[in-house]
């Protein structure tokens, strides 16, 4: 696992954040990624644990691969931040969605280079509002605790103090790193295809692919890929429909296996003669120049570590190639051709990545290798440089996603994934430890778990986690433990659940899926609340409603099925009739094949920071609270039953009974969820 600029602790470094005694311990790790938390990296003994016998939780097994977690964040970004896609292209970061490819980094031999990366989850939330003005005019709107990259390492965008101390901030001056400012006049995922451009397209990729002979154009070849051939094809129908008349033969058409002549339309529609789009046009627009660009480049382009190269097949096209590129503003140089006198060869575009990536927005080939910065080294420049941070003083909707390599480029910057921590999405207390802050990582829990499943006295009971912490909490992300958990469980013949809100689950739907043809395998999505606003004040670190329903949504697309816990239920803010009804119509759309409804139980530690919450939002329901959880920690028993009552019928009106939810290892029936027993301290945590 690769932690960029991470910290090992000593004795004499945070003394407060080691655990005492922890058997096992290979180091503890800070890094900037996860501000305030500290991560114990364990060899574990054993981690297939039994549930001891008194507990009335409705399973004997589970597996953590954390003690702790580190399930929130502080969230980033405002929506039109332009995030820079793994092809080149950019998307504003509130459109983004789990799946897609962007560009990040990642520390190659010493040196940070460009990498394509997977976003594994998405969020929302409101923040102070904090204005970076650069110096090439490029305006970045963050909240105050985000981090980018400069020159220094990690600096944040405002000061303030972190649990690991006064954190760095940007100051005018600080030199950000990233492939520069995107192109100012393409805010779009792709340039518009003009009738300019599809005719300079056409025109760069046949000169540049092929060459004339008895006044025909031998095109295709066989260098010219499907991409580009199925542009060609569509721009070529595209420009027929301008032709009235063409001649009674043409030249073979894109797509046909060789080259060759054959019957032409005598009408408008068909396929445009090649002789009509290779002609030279008595002026050359913008348009046609960056289709021109992108034609060539697919046609004789060639990508290394973001420095492009462009070797045409002639140097007539050498020379339109390189006054294309003069026209758009693109620096460059031109190699002569040594076989053919003073004749140009290749052309080579300066300015690394930067530049390569304001010529895919400019240009837009169509081949995606040729779209692909990866390999690059990442450096900055002038125009990144630091003018100003203000504080707007307004709230304002802000983004964040998790990545692969914990980072993407936003608005032409390296911007981390947004890991802080300033309030709590999990909040309970371990043995000499807060549960948010200082997270145990069993590192060795495949390996552990594949033997201890060998044993003969192994029975192959049913195995549950998400029990007591989310596995698939932000660190999962960087640590990657599950896919080693869960081929171990499969490959043993040991039937396993996992109940979870982390959307990174959805990176190993392909691993859940193969482990479901041999082992019974239960998924549980936890959503609790509806209402977008309290979401945020409640949960402001966790995945949002809606991306937690397209998770049940990915989980059901992908043949599995998948009970959601609406837990927990808060007494007397999300219990009412309508609340629970719009809730589950909303999990049932999502493909849901069962729910289970608990209410909100507060253990010490939880009770506190809850009811601390409850008088700063909602100071009228601390006495009723107080009334409720008079016994502890369960909610009165009367309150259950009358919560039991009002669910049923829902539950049969949605459709989310006629099967059993099964969650956790164990089957539950919607009454048992809600009857009059307590359930257990570990079956449930607050937020």
Request: glycine fraction near 12%; proline fraction near 7%; charge should be positive.
């Amino acid at each position: 696992m690769r932690w960029s600029g991470q910290q090992v602790l000593d004795d004499g470094v945070g003394a407060e954040a080691a655990l005492p005694g922890m058997r096992g311990l290979l180091r503890s790790v800070r890094t900037p990624e996860f501000a305030g938390v500290v991560f114990h990296e364990v060899e574990a003994r054993s981690v297939l644990n039994r549930v001891p016998g008194a507990s009335p939780v409705p399973f004997r097994w589970t597996v953590n691969p954390y003690r702790g977690c580190s399930h929130a964040c502080v969230y980033c970004l405002a929506g039109p931040t332009r995030v820079l896609l793994g092809d080149g292209r950019t998307r504003p970061i509130s459109e983004l969605r789990v799946g897609d490819s962007v560009m990040g980094t990642e520390l190659v031999d010493g040196h940070r280079r460009y990498v394509r990366t997977t976003v594994l989850a998405h969020w929302s939330t409101t923040k102070p509002a904090h204005r970076v003005r650069l110096a090439g005019g490029t305006e970045l709107v963050a909240s105050g605790e985000h981090r980018f990259l400069t020159e220094q390492g990690w600096r944040h965008v405002s000061g303030g103090w972190c649990r690991s101390g006064r954190r760095s901030r940007l100051r005018p001056g600080s030199a950000l790193l990233g492939p520069g400012p995107f192109d100012a006049t393409t805010g779009r995922e792709r340039r518009p295809h003009t009738a300019a451009y599809r005719q300079g397209y056409l025109c760069g990729l046949v000169r540049g692919d092929s060459v004339e002979a008895d006044g025909e154009w031998r095109f295709p070849s066989e260098h010219v890929e499907l991409e580009a051939l199925g542009r060609a094809h569509h721009f070529l129908a595209e420009a027929a429909q301008h032709v009235v008349e063409l001649p009674s033969t043409v030249a073979v058409p894109v797509g046909a296996g060789e080259p060759g002549r054959i019957p032409a339309p005598v009408r408008r529609g068909g396929i445009a003669p090649i002789t009509d789009v290779v002609r030279w046009p008595q002026r050359a627009g913008d348009d046609w120049c960056a289709g021109f660009l992108a034609g060539t480049v697919d046609a004789r382009g060639s990508v290394v570590r973001g420095e492009l190269w462009i070797r045409p097949a002639d140097g007539g096209t050498a020379r339109r190639t390189a006054a294309a590129l003069r026209r758009l503003g693109f620096r460059f140089e031109v190699e002569a051709d040594p076989g053919a006198g003073a004749e140009p060869g290749a052309v080579r575009l300066l300015g690394g990545p930067a530049a390569l990536l304001r010529l895919l927005q400019v240009a837009d080939p169509a081949v995606s290798r040729h779209r692909d910065v990866g390999g690059a080294p990442v450096t900055g420049g002038s125009a990144l440089t630091v003018e100003s941070v203000q504080p707007l003083g307004v709230e304002m909707p802000m983004y964040d996603i998790t990545t692969g390599t914990g980072d993407f480029v936003a608005d032409g910057v390296v911007s981390h994934n947004c890991f802080a921590r300033n309030t709590h999405t999990y909040l309970d207390l371990d043995a000499g430890a807060d549960f948010d802050s200082q997270i145990v990582v069993k590192v060795n829990v495949a390996r552990v778990l594949e033997r201890e499943l060998r044993s003969a006295k192994w029975e192959r009971e049913p195995v549950a986690m998400g029990t007591n912490t989310d596995p698939y909490q932000r660190a999962e992300g960087r640590y990657r433990l599950m896919p080693g958990v869960i081929g171990a469980l499969a490959r043993s013949g040991t039937p396993f659940s996992l109940l979870t809100k982390g959307t990174v689950l959805t990176r190993d739907l392909p691993e859940l899926v193969a482990a479901g043809a041999d082992v019974p395998v239960g998924l549980g999505v936890s959503v609790a609340l509806v209402d977008p606003s309290l979401q945020r004040r409640l949960e402001p670190g966790t995945p949002s409603p809606a991306a937690r329903l397209d998770l049940v949504r990915r989980i059901t697309d992908a043949g599995l099925s998948c009970g959601v816990m609406v837990a927990p239920v808060l007494p007397l803010l999300t219990d009412s009739t309508e609340a629970l009804d719009a809730l589950l119509a909303q999990v049932k759309r999502a493909g849901a094949n069962g729910a289970s409804v608990l209410a909100l139980h507060l253990r010490p530690g939880t009770r506190e920071w809850f009811l601390a919450w409850l008088a700063r939002e909602y100071p009228r329901l601390v006495e009723p609270y107080a009334r409720l959880y008079r016994r502890g920690a369960y909610v009165d028993p009367e309150y259950r039953r009358a919560l039991g009552e009002r669910v049923a019928p829902l539950l049969r009106r949605h459709g989310l009974t006629g099967a059993a939810t099964t969650v956790r290892g164990h089957t539950r029936s919607a009454q048992e969820a809600t009857g009059p027993q307590q359930p257990s301290g570990e079956q449930l945590r607050l937020l």
